[in-house]
């Protein structure tokens, strides 16, 4: 019988490009939307996967949907993705944040608990719970963690959550420490595809500056169809465990700016870019760099896009978007 995979935050980034990966092994996949008042599913459909999802609903703020969707699906595999994921919404959403990114993972996990425990977890845990953390100029599984928003530390809650309901329950729960990995179909507001958005804008003459925050600040970036291979190998490992997940080599914004006006054939960034004070975080994480040699090693995973290419990769589709319209 095909094996069952219910993934939370289906219509985001990852959860397309985990969807994707998990039907081509031959999973039935049911995808947990929340109540919408005009749903998109625009990232789905880019991966062409939308017609093989059962869609299930539920919110991650409240529990008895949780319960009973558990109870009716017992799933395999539960991959929890969705979260409030941008870090510079969660100081004003500071609430709201830690229901979903933290309270919604106890609940989830106490549903396993009851109705399904033979269910193996997946929770998106965070480089950003390392917040200023960065001892030995890396950052791997035995790092403190010193997160620097209040996103961040939801998410060291539901890490150790996480942690607590396998050493408490012996359920088979992974924490994945992704570091930041990007795509055609990241979020508009984070950095990397807006920059890509502005860049095609500007080339299509619809925009003429692009306001940016730090350009100083440091990302380990990667390709999120490299990650969620991570997250599947996780939970097809014998025991559960905690990895962090990165390339190993990070970059600063604004090397990703220049990479990014480059690759749309745009000479001097300089021009348009303009520094906003508007997008400067109350508190900034300066610098993640990925250690993952634990996930290579007992994992075998690796991350195959460089840097390079992931930037071409955004740009391109950016433009074609804007040259469909
Ligand atoms: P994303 O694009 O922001 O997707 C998050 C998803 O969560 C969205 O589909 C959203 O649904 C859903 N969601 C939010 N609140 C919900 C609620 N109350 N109930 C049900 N669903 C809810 O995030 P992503 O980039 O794919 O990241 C996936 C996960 O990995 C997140 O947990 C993130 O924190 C974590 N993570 C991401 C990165 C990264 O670099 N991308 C790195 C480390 C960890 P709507 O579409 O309805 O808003
Ligand atoms: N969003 C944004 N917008 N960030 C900017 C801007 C801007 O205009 N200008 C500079 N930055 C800087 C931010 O201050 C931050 O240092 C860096 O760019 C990256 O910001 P984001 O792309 O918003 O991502 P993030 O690193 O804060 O968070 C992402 O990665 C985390 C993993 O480390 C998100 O995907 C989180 O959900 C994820 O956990």
């Given at each position: 019988m095909a094996k069952t995979a219910l993934i939370t935050?289906?219509?985001?980034?990852d959860g397309p490009y985990l969807a994707k990966l998990l039907l081509e092994k031959g999973y039935k996949v049911y995808g947990l939307i929340r109540r919408y008042s005009n749903p998109t599913f625009d990232n789905l459909d880019f991966l062409g996967v939308t017609k093989k999802i059962e869609f299930v609903d539920g919110d991650m703020t409240d529990e008895s949907s949780l319960l009973h969707l558990i109870k009716r699906t017992m799933p395999d595999e539960v991959y929890n993705l969705a979260a409030q994921s941008f870090v510079g919404a969660s100081w004003q959403q500071a609430k709201l944040t830690t229901e979903i990114n933290a309270l919604g993972v106890l609940y989830l996990l106490n549903a396993i608990k009851f109705f399904s425990p033979t269910t193996k977890f997946y929770q998106a845990s965070t480089?950003?719970?390392?917040?200023?953390?960065?001892?030995?100029?890396f950052q791997d599984e035995n790092t403190i963690f010193h997160p620097r928003s209040p996103y961040g530390i939801s998410k060291v809650y539901a890490y150790w959550m996480t942690v607590n309901f396998r050493e408490s329950y012996d359920l088979f729960t992974c924490n994945g420490i992704l570091f930041n990995h990007e795509s055609p179909i990241r979020g508009i507001q984070f950095v990397t595809r807006k920059i890509t958005d502005g860049v095609a804008q500007i080339k299509n003459g619809l925009a003429d500056k692009l306001h940016l925050g730090n350009l100083d600040a440091r990302r380990d970036w990667g390709f999120a169809g490299d990650y969620v291979e991570a997250m599947y190998l996780m939970l097809q490992h014998k025991t559960p465990d905690d990895y962090v997940v990165g390339t190993g080599e990070n970059h600063s914004v604004k090397d990703f700016v220049v990479e990014a006006f480059s690759a749309a054939g745009i000479p001097d960034w300089e021009k348009y870019v303009v520094i906003d004070a508007?997008?400067?975080?109350?508190?900034?994480?300066p610098n993640l760099k990925a250690r993952a040699s634990k996930a290579e090693k007992q994992l075998g995973w690796k991350t195959k896009t460089s840097f390079k290419d992931l930037v071409k990769m955004m740009v391109e589709a950016d433009l074609k978007r804007y040259e469909a319209k």
């Open positions: 935050g289906i219509l985001g980034q480089s950003e719970m390392f917040g200023i953390s960065h001892d030995k100029g508007r997008f400067k975080r109350p508190a900034e994480v």
